[in-house]
C-alpha cells in the first residue's frame, strides 16, 4: 500500500509510519466518534536513524482427520496438554505456544526528498506453520523489507527470505533455513462466538517478544477499511500494540484462530484488536507457499497516486487533488494508452475520487474481464478500455 499523507492533511486520527503520517479509518462507524484503525507495526523514531517496522478470498481447505494438510500441523495431530480436550489456562497456552511465535526485524533502504538514502528498522511478530521453517506474518511488517530477521524464543536468531506476499489480506510468509521448529496447531474461526477466550502472543514495541496478553473475541466478521482495503476480520479485546502485527491469536486449547493485523488508536479508545480469521489465512498461506503469490488477483498494470491536499498537489504539481497514475507499469496498460498524470474520475461510468473508491469498484471484476476508466488529460476527457489481467510479483 502506497503511504503518502501527512501531518495536517486530513481530519481523523493519524499516526506515524516510516515517517509519514497515515491514515487508516474504519468503513463504519463503531461509536458516535468513530475509531481510527491503524497498522500495528512497531515504528519510532530518532533524529540519527529512523526505526521503524490484490481481490478475491478462496474457500476453507478441508480439515484432514489425524494428518497434516501441506505439512501444517491441524487441531487433530497436536499435543494438548488436556487428554480430554479441555480448556487449559492461560499458563498452559501460553507454554505451549511460546516456540511457535518469533520476533521479526527488518531493515529498508530509504530515500528522502533530496534523494539521500538512509536506513529504517522495522519490527513485528509472525507465528511458524512448518517444522521446515516457513511462517506467516503480515505484509506491512516485511513489505520493502532489504533483509529480514527472526528471533526464536529460545533467543537463536535466524535470517529469512521472502516467499510470497498478498496486500490485499495484509499477510505474508517468510522461510527460514531449520527442520526442527515448533509449528503452531491450526484451529478454525468458523467455530468462534463471541466470548470465547483470545490470547495475543507477539512482539509489543519490538522489543517485548513472547508477551502474553488475553481477553476474548468481541466480534466475529468486522468489516474494517485498512488503508486502500477492506478486510474482514475478528475484533478482540485482548491488548494489541505496535509491534504485535503477525503475532499469533490462539484459543483456549492453543490452537491459532487468527493473525493480528490491526489495532485501534485514538483518545478514549481501547480494547479494540483485529486479526486475521485463520480460516482466511489458511487458503492466502497455502497459495503463498507453493506460487510466491495469491492467485486470480486482478491486474490494471497502474500504480495509483491519492492526491488529497493543496501541498501534496503542489508536490506533485499538479493543479487539483483526486487519483492519479503515477507509474504505468503493465503491458495492458500501456497498450490501452494510459500516461503518467492522467486523473481517473470514473470506473465502468462510476464516480471515484481516491484509490479506495477505486479498488472497491474493481473487486466486483475479475481477471480477464474489460473495464473503461474514464480519465482527465490536461484539458481533455478520455473514456479508455482496459483489459484486467492477473496480478503476478515481478
Known amino acids: 500500500m502506497m503511504l503518502t499523507k501527512r501531518e495536517g492533511d486530513i481530519s481523523y486520527i493519524q499516526e506515524v509510519y516510516d515517517g509519514v503520517y497515515v491514515p487508516v479509518k474504519p468503513k463504519r462507524r463503531l461509536s458516535k466518534k468513530g475509531v481510527a484503525v491503524v497498522l500495528a507495526v512497531c515504528m519510532t523514531f530518532s533524529a540519527a536513524l529512523g526505526i521503524g517496522g490484490g481481490y478475491y478470498l478462496g ?45 521479526i526485524t527488518t531493515e529498508s533502504v530509504k530515500t528522502s526528498m533530496i534523494y539521500q538514502q538512509y536506513v529504517t528498522e522495522g519490527a513485528g511478530s509472525g507465528v511458524i506453520i512448518t517444522k521446515d521453517g516457513y511462517i506467516v506474518t503480515n505484509n506491512h511488517v516485511i513489505e520493502g523489507a532489504s533483509k529480514i530477521s527472526i528471533r526464536l524464543h529460545n533467543g537463536k536468531v535466524m535470517e529469512a527470505t521472502l516467499v510470497g506476499a498478498d496486500a490485499k489480506t495484509d499477510l505474508a510468509i517468510i522461510k527460514v533455513n531449520a527442520n526442527d521448529l515448533q509449528p503452531a496447531v491450526m484451529g478454525s474461526s468458523a467455530k468462534l462466538v463471541v466470548g470465547e477466550t483470545a490470547i495475543a502472543v507477539g512482539n509489543p514495541l519490538g522489543s517485548l517478544g513472547g508477551t502474553v496478553t488475553n481477553g476474548i473475541i468481541s466480534a466475529l466478521s468486522r468489516d474494517i477499511q485498512v488503508g486502500d482495503t477492506t478486510m474482514t476480520l475478528l475484533q478482540t479485546n485482548a491488548a494489541i500494540n505496535p509491534g504485535n502485527s503477525g503475532g499469533g491469536l490462539f484459543n483456549d486449547k492453543g490452537e491459532l484462530i487468527g493473525v493480528v493485523s490491526a489495532k485501534s488508536s485514538g483518545v478514549g479508545i481501547e480494547g479494540l484488536g483485529f486479526a486475521i480469521p485463520i480460516d482466511t489465512a489458511k487458503v492466502v498461506i497455502d497459495q503463498l507457499r507453493t506460487s510466491g503469490y495469491v492467485k486470480g488477483r486482478v491486474d490494471t498494470g497502474l500504480n495509483l497516486l491519492d492526491i488529497s491536499n493543496v501541498q501534496d498537489a503542489f508536490l506533485y504539481r499538479v493543479s487539483r487533488t483526486g487519483l492519479y497514475v503515477q507509474l504505468v507499469t503493465g503491458q495492458n496498460a500501456i497498450e490501452a494508452g494510459f500516461k503518467s498524470g492522467d486523473r481517473i474520475i470514473a470506473l465502468n461510468g462510476e464516480e471515484v475520487t481516491n484509490r479506495s473508491d477505486f479498488n472497491q469498484k474493481l473487486d466486483a471484476h475479475k481477471v480477464g474481464d474489460s473495464v473503461t476508466i474514464t480519465i482527465v488529460r490536461g484539458y481533455s476527457t478520455h473514456h479508455i478500455a482496459l483489459k484486467l489481467t492477473e496480478y503476478v510479483p515481478r
Do not use: H, Y
Open 59 to 103: 474457500n476453507n481447505p478441508a480439515q484432514t482427520s489425524g494428518a497434516k494438510v501441506n505439512g501444517i500441523r491441524t487441531s487433530t495431530d497436536a499435543p494438548i496438554a488436556s487428554a480430554d480436550n479441555q480448556q487449559l489456562t492461560i499458563a498452559q497456552v501460553a507454554a505451549m505456544v511460546a516456540d511457535s511465535v518469533v520476533e
